[in-house]
């Protein structure tokens, strides 16, 4: 199984990345995905998740309205859309399996001005 991430950087508050994840190694279209991210200093959080059919989402309160999850099962890629980025978004963002049995190595976002 593999997980890749990809799509970090540096942006200024209110801007937009978007994160990508390629994932391998397993059946990704009967899998549900998430993304994490964990602060420094703090504890890795779930950020959004997806399920294997992909109309169903959720999201942590405070990302609610600004970050978009989805998945394209032909090309086995889920994806973060953050758009109106704050310096609290600033993490290591890490894809998974919905059940976080399988982890990717992460990417660094950086907002900041």
């Known amino acids: 199984v593999q997980l890749v991430e990809s799509g970090g950087g540096l942006v200024q508050p209110g801007g937009s990345l978007r994160l990508s994840c390629a994932a391998s190694g397993f059946t990704f279209s009967g899998s549900a995905m998430s993304w994490y991210r964990q602060a420094p200093g703090k504890e890795r959080e779930l950020v959004a998740g997806i399920s294997w059919v992909a109309g169903v989402t959720n999201y942590v309160d405070s990302v609610k309205g600004r970050f978009t999850i989805s998945r394209d099962n032909d090309k086995n890629m889920v994806y973060l859309q953050m758009n109106s980025l704050k310096p609290e978004d600033t993490a290591v963002y890490y894809c998974?399996?919905?059940?976080?049995?399988?982890w990717g190595k992460g990417t660094l976002v950086t907002v900041s001005s």
């Open positions: 998974a399996t919905g059940g976080g049995r399988y």
